[in-house]
Every structure is written in structure tokens, then in C-alpha cells.
């Protein structure tokens, strides 16, 4: 069974620039998170999906960050326009159930803003 | 509001030692509680969790931990450190009465080993 995987596995861009991640959970997860570490941080929630919906967003920093789940399947997260701050490691994880369900995670994404 | 406190950004053993990383939390209502291990260029690989099951609980390679209400602990242990066990442990909670919450991690210690 393939893991959590995400694309792509480092990412530089400029201030201002728009950079997209992608994250494919494991097959028949309905529940996807997204996490983020900024350096010398604790890895912190951005947000979570149940299936194409949105459960609970209450972590994204703030509108320059777009996460969508089309169709129930990847999910993609997206910095328009990135700043300096957004500089960070963006990990993926997904489960099958609820509540104390293992959350599997994906080897993360690290963006670096210049 | 819930959060966890791992006492130690870096810990340093020697090969054959017992490894302790110690992880406080702190919840109004019972948890979840996980450990996990990032080793060098890879992603978070779970190893434990307790679900309100046995307090003591056993996970991958060789490491456990033990649940204790009292102290509000959940301390990761391992009788005899290897090489291999170098890496990035995370202690983390979620809430066992909202189903789907997101977990909450602390900062994490990271664990060298030496020969």
C-alpha cells in the first residue's frame, strides 16, 4: 500500500511569487491534514478535509493560503503571494476514521521564500 | 486548551543506554496521546499511541510509553539505545472527545546516539 505522498519534496521561490504543493493521501482516506513546521517551531494544524469538504480551517495563517480537495482525492495547497514567513517545512497527512486514528504522514514539502 | 511541553530539545545517549524523552500534556478532557519519530529526509513514522486502552503502551523498535493521569506524562522510554535510534521524536495530543481534531505537538527532542 503506497503512503501519504507529496510533491514537490523542496520548493524556492521568491517573495511575491505564487508556489502550489500537492499531497495524494492514502487510498481510501477520507480525512486529510495539513501541517506546517516553520524552523525552530513546533509543527503546528493548518487544516483539515473530510473527504472534498472542509472540516475545520481554524489554522491557516491567513487568506494568502488556499487549500483545496477536489473531487475527495489529492489536495493541493496553495501561497499566493508567498512571504518571507511562509518559509517552512508543509507536511500531509491523512487517516481512515476519526478520533484516535493514526494520522499517516507524508515526507513533507520544504519551501524556502528568498 | 490543549498543549504539550517535551522537556529537552536534545538528548544524547551512548549506544546500549536507556533512552528516556520526556513529554508533558495538557488537557481539560481525557486524550490521545502519540509519539512519533522523523528520521533524517523522511516524513513523520508513528510509534505509539495511547487511546485509553492500557496505560502502558508498546510501540515500534523496541520503544514504549506510559500513560499517567497524575503527572500528566507520557514519557517515551527504550531499555538499550541503538545507532539506528538517532532521529526526531514529536509527543502529540488530540482531543478523545472531538472526533478528527488535529493533533497538537510539541517542540520535539532530537536523539543522539554514540558508539
Known amino acids: 500500500e503506497a503512503g501519504v505522498t507529496q510533491f514537490p519534496s523542496h520548493s524556492v521561490i521568491e517573495k511575491g511569487q505564487t508556489v502550489t504543493l500537492r499531497c495524494d493521501p492514502i487510498?481510501?482516506?477520507?480525512?486529510l491534514y495539513w501541517y506546517r513546521r516553520v524552523m525552530g517551531k513546533e509543527i503546528k494544524f493548518l487544516l483539515h478535509?473530510?473527504?472534498?469538504?472542509?472540516?475545520?480551517e481554524s489554522g491557516m495563517p491567513n487568506n494568502r493560503f488556499l487549500a483545496e480537495r477536489t473531487g475527495g482525492t489529492y489536495s493541493t495547497l496553495k501561497v499566493q503571494p508567498a512571504e518571507l514567513e511562509d518559509s517552512g517545512v508543509y507536511f500531509c497527512?491523512?487517516?481512515?476514521?476519526?478520533?484516535?486514528?493514526?494520522?499517516?504522514f507524508g515526507p513533507g514539502t520544504r519551501l524556502t521564500v528568498l | 486548551a490543549q498543549s504539550v511541553t517535551q522537556l529537552g530539545s536534545h538528548v544524547s545517549v551512548s549506544e546500549g543506554a536507556l533512552v528516556l524523552l520526556r513529554c508533558n500534556y495538557s488537557?481539560?478532557?481525557?486524550?490521545?496521546l502519540f509519539w512519533y519519530v522523523q528520521y533524517p529526509n523522511q516524513g513523520l513514522q508513528l510509534l505509539l499511541k495511547?487511546?485509553?486502552?492500557?496505560?502502558l503502551v508498546k510501540g515500534i523498535n523496541g520503544f514504549e510509553a506510559e500513560f499517567k493521569k497524575s503527572e500528566t506524562s507520557f514519557h517515551l522510554t527504550k531499555p538499550s539505545a541503538h545507532m539506528s535510534d538517532a532521529a526526531e521524536y514529536f509527543c502529540?495530543?488530540?482531543?478523545?472527545?472531538?472526533?478528527?481534531?488535529?493533533?497538537?505537538f510539541g517542540k520535539g527532542t532530537t536523539l543522539s546516539v554514540s558508539s
Open positions: 497527512a491523512s487517516s481512515q476514521a476519526l478520533g484516535g486514528s493514526t494520522q499517516y
Open positions: 487510498s481510501g482516506h477520507d480525512n
Open positions: 478535509f473530510v473527504k472534498e469538504s472542509k472540516q475545520d
Open positions: 488537557s481539560s478532557v481525557p486524550p490521545y
Open positions: 495511547y487511546t485509553s486502552a492500557a496505560t
Open positions: 502529540a495530543v488530540s482531543d478523545f472527545n472531538q472526533a478528527g481534531t488535529a493533533l497538537i
